[in-house]
């Protein structure tokens, strides 16, 4: 992506008064483009923009500028305007509903999540794609940065708290907006676009074949166990009642189930994640980015994302309760005299609704471990269903494949519980 792309964005935006009325340019310099290698499904450019206003005082913005893809058979794989429409909804619209719902009462600026202010958004699609363009704060000036951990997937106790209570108080927007005023929330979050799913049920990359995607973890659990025992009849059931149909398996727990369902984030995970840091080094807040996959359902599917992406079996194991606990503390302090699920429904919305991380991340858990190969999707686009399978089970080898078993054992404990 060019310096003259962004520009012309720039220019799109003071005629269209995204740095107030009869602002004037005076000057645009890119910082330097920073695509992760995570990032898949956008061009991102740091750019620092100065104008004037109409009295003459000079401003100085740092900007975010996110383009789609540049090859057109990659924005029809990723769902690049679908995305992209998601994006500017939340912003423009969802978002400036919910906060409003948010400020009415007694309630301080604490209870808010975090968010980044947003300056532009334009989705012209088909021939005029590569110009589309979302605009955002470049939110390192409010001293928000990475997390800063020693390992690339885990974040440490402290993050993850932090985190979780970024989620709860975004969540809560939701139940306060449909307790304010609940036929106007649901018009705004029925506009939201699904990105997972093709026009033939063909999920991600993979098509059909999330029992598949699982069989490789599966295997592992049986030679770890050995055969016999309620472990056997646990994956048997998990087998025969969710893998048969995966896909179905997967939609079913994809669909909101009131009252509970709230928008969620969609791909809560560190990846999209920025902290900001206390004088002492210890993280103070999260705040969540890339709301190109929002979507309508349970808190369990950002629940369960999060905390099947960014936790280990030893975390998971020795903190899964209190993590749990600190996300229902923060949403019930923050939601007042609006009703929220407790710790004992969220635990019931988990194991109805944990599905999706588990999915998920079998699918991105590889990709993230992979150190070897570098990873191209663009290579996935002439590929069949099962050689795009045969190569994301390769992905990561068997450090990859011991992950995933760890959460699909996790949530056969935590699905077949005895309760």
Same mark, same amino acid.
């Given at each position: 992506?060019?310096?003259?792309?962004?520009?012309?964005?720039?220019?799109?935006?003071?005629?269209?008064?995204?740095?107030?009325?009869?602002?004037?340019?005076?000057?645009?310099?890119?910082?330097?483009?920073?695509?992760?290698?995570?990032?898949?499904?956008?061009?991102?450019?740091?750019?620092?923009?100065?104008?004037?206003?109409? $009295?003459?005082?000079?401003?100085?913005?740092?900007?975010?500028?996110?383009?789609?893809?540049?090859?057109?058979?990659?924005?029809?794989?990723?769902?690049?305007?679908?995305?992209?429409?998601?994006?500017?909804?939340?912003?423009?619209?969802?978002?400036?509903?919910?906060?409003?719902?948010?400020?009415?009462?007694?309630? $301080?600026?604490?209870?808010?999540?975090?968010?980044?202010?947003?300056?532009?958004?334009?989705?012209?699609?088909?021939?005029?794609?590569?110009?589309?363009?979302?605009?955002?704060?470049? *939110?390192?000036?409010?001293?928000?940065?990475?997390?800063?951990?020693?390992?690339?997937?885990?974040?440490?106790? *402290?993050?993850?708290?932090?985190?979780?209570?970024?989620?709860?108080?975004?969540?809560?927007?939701?139940?306060?907006?449909?307790?304010?005023?609940?036929?106007?929330?649901?018009?705004?979050?029925?506009?939201?676009?699904?990105?997972?799913?093709?026009?033939?049920?063909?999920?991600?990359?993979?098509?059909?074949?999330?029992?598949?995607?699982?069989?490789?973890?599966?295997?592992?659990?049986?030679?770890?166990?050995?055969?016999?025992?309620?472990?056997?009849?646990? *994956?048997?059931?998990?087998?025969?009642?969710?893998?048969?149909?995966?896909?179905?398996?997967?939609?079913?727990?994809?669909?909101?189930?009131?009252? !509970?369902?709230?928008?969620?984030?969609?791909?809560?995970?560190?990846?999209?994640?920025?902290?900001?840091?206390?004088?002492?080094?210890?993280?103070?807040?999260?705040?969540?980015?890339?709301?190109?996959? #929002?979507?309508?359902?349970?808190?369990?599917?950002?629940?369960?994302?999060?905390?099947?992406?960014?936790?280990?079996?030893?975390?998971?194991?020795?903190?899964?309760?209190?993590?749990?606990?600190?996300?229902?503390?923060?949403?019930?302090?923050?939601?007042?005299?609006?009703?929220?699920?407790?710790?004992?429904?969220?635990?019931?919305?988990?194991?109805?609704?944990?599905?999706?991380? !588990?999915?998920?991340?079998?699918?991105?858990?590889?990709?993230?471990? *992979?150190?070897?190969?570098?990873?191209?999707?663009?290579?996935?686009?002439?590929?069949?269903?099962?050689?795009?399978?045969?190569? !994301?089970?390769?992905?990561?080898?068997?450090?990859?494949?011991?992950?995933?078993?760890?959460? #699909?054992?996790?949530? !056969?404990?935590?699905?077949?519980?005895?309760?």
């Amino acid at each position: 992506m060019t310096t003259t792309a962004s520009a012309a964005a720039v220019a799109e935006m003071i005629e269209n008064g995204a740095f107030g009325p009869d602002s004037r340019f005076v000057s645009f310099a890119l910082d330097g483009q920073h695509t992760e290698r995570d990032q898949f499904a956008s061009s991102v450019l740091y750019g620092t923009v100065a104008v004037e206003d109409r $009295d003459c005082q000079h401003q100085i913005h740092r900007l975010v500028f996110k383009f789609k893809h540049p090859m057109p058979e990659m924005r029809d794989l990723i769902k690049n305007d679908k995305q992209f429409h998601n994006e500017i909804l939340f912003y423009e619209r969802i978002a400036p509903f919910l906060l409003g719902c948010s400020s009415q009462g007694d309630r $301080d600026d604490s209870a808010t999540p975090s968010l980044c202010r947003y300056f532009y958004g334009r989705n012209d699609c088909s021939d005029l794609a590569p110009r589309d363009v979302i605009v955002l704060e470049n *939110e390192s000036d409010r001293g928000y940065r990475s997390a800063v951990t020693e390992h690339r997937l885990c974040l440490d106790f *402290e993050h993850l708290i932090v985190a979780l209570r970024s989620l709860a108080k975004f969540h809560s927007l939701s139940y306060r907006a449909k307790h304010v005023d609940r036929i106007k929330f649901m018009d705004l979050v029925v506009k939201v676009k699904d990105t997972q799913f093709d026009d033939d049920g063909q999920w991600l990359v993979i098509g059909r074949r999330i029992e598949d995607l699982l069989s490789l973890a599966l295997d592992t659990l049986k030679v770890r166990r050995g055969n016999g025992g309620e472990d056997d009849q646990r *994956e048997q059931r998990f087998r025969t009642e969710l893998l048969a149909d995966g896909i179905k398996t997967l939609k079913r727990v994809m669909e909101p189930v009131e009252p !509970l369902s709230v928008l969620c984030h969609g791909d809560f995970n560190r990846n999209n994640l920025l902290f900001r840091y206390d004088d002492g080094g210890r993280p103070v807040d999260a705040l969540a980015y890339d709301m190109a996959t #929002v979507r309508y359902g349970s808190p369990a599917l950002d629940l369960s994302f999060f905390l099947y992406m960014n936790t280990d079996r030893r975390t998971r194991e020795d903190h899964w309760d209190a993590l749990l606990d600190a996300y229902c503390e923060t949403l019930n302090t923050v939601a007042g005299d609006v009703p929220v699920p407790d710790r004992s429904r969220l635990d019931v919305e988990i194991r109805e609704h944990a599905f999706y991380g !588990l999915a998920h991340g079998a699918f991105f858990l590889r990709i993230m471990l *992979e150190e070897q190969k570098p990873i191209d999707p663009l290579e996935f686009i002439e590929m069949s269903n099962d050689k795009v399978l045969e190569i !994301l089970l390769s992905f990561g080898g068997e450090l990859a494949t011991e992950w995933v078993a760890d959460i #699909v054992q996790h949530y !056969l404990d935590t699905s077949y519980a005895k309760t």
